[in-house]
């Protein structure tokens, strides 16, 4: 079974531009979380996305954002790009209603972007 | 308040010793669960034990047992004899029945198993 797949590994953008990055979940999972790692931190909750729909946001501003697809794959913008953006993102997915808290998330191996 | 509270920033162990990495948590919630992921250079979030709010026994999987005291509000992650591969970062976690899917996650422990 394929785990969660993330693209691209690196990515490297400049202040001002729009970054997206890209999750696959795992075959039969229909939720897809985005965290965001900053150096030294830990995992800030972004956004979740069930079926399709936005269901959660954490506290971040309006440029980031994102959709899911009918394949239940999702995508993160970031728009206007800041230096404080550049961080590890990670995706993970789940499948709602099966008793699953007890396996905790499957994770990818992340995005790591830099804003220069 | 912080929903989760690692007071360790760094940790070592001697290879083959046994390892405590703390963790409490703040909740008001009567249905939660107590998660702790290992995160290696790599990046990758690895799953490593699972703790219910209910469950009256400490869990455990393999060398990793979960010290769960309720009351105090505590999760401890005990590691018993660390090899080096266990050197990585440690997040402890929580999910709460009531206020969504996400996972609260503290700032992390990092631990370096000493040959």
């Known amino acids: 079974e394929a785990g969660v797949t993330q693209s691209p590994t690196h990515l490297i953008k400049t202040r001002g531009q729009q970054a997206t990055l890209r999750c696959s979940p795992i075959?039969?999972?229909?939720?897809v979380y985005w965290y965001q790692q900053a150096l030294g931190l830990g995992l800030q909750f972004l956004l979740w996305y069930d079926e399709g729909e936005e269901r959660n946001r954490g506290n971040f501003p309006p440029r980031f954002s994102g959709r899911q697809f009918p394949n239940y794959s999702s995508e993160l913008n970031v728009n206007a790009l800041e230096l404080e953006d550049s961080a590890l993102y990670l995706c993970a997915s789940d499948s709602q209603g099966l008793g699953t808290w007890a396996y905790g998330y499957t994770f990818g191996s992340g995005t790591r972007l830099t804003v220069v | 308040a912080q929903k989760i509270t690692q007071t360790q920033p760094g940790m070592f162990v001697q290879e083959k010793e046994a390892v405590t990495l703390d963790c409490t948590y703040d909740?008001?919630?009567?249905?939660?669960?107590l998660f702790w992921y290992k995160q290696p250079s790599s990046g990758e979030m690895i799953f490593l034990i699972y703790?219910?709010?209910?469950?009256?026994q400490n869990a455990t999987e393999g060398r990793y047992s979960l010290n769960f005291q309720k009351a105090r509000k505590s999760a401890n992650l005990v590691i018993s004899a660390s090899q080096l591969g266990d050197s990585a970062m440690y997040f402890c976690?929580?999910?709460?029945?009531?206020?969504?899917?996400?996972?609260?996650f503290g700032t992390g422990t990092s631990l370096t198993v000493i040959p």
């Open positions: 909740t008001s919630d009567q249905s939660y669960g």
């Open positions: 075959s039969g999972h229909t939720s």
């Open positions: 703790q219910g709010s209910y469950d009256e």
């Open positions: 976690a929580m999910r709460e029945d009531n206020t969504g899917n996400q996972f609260y």
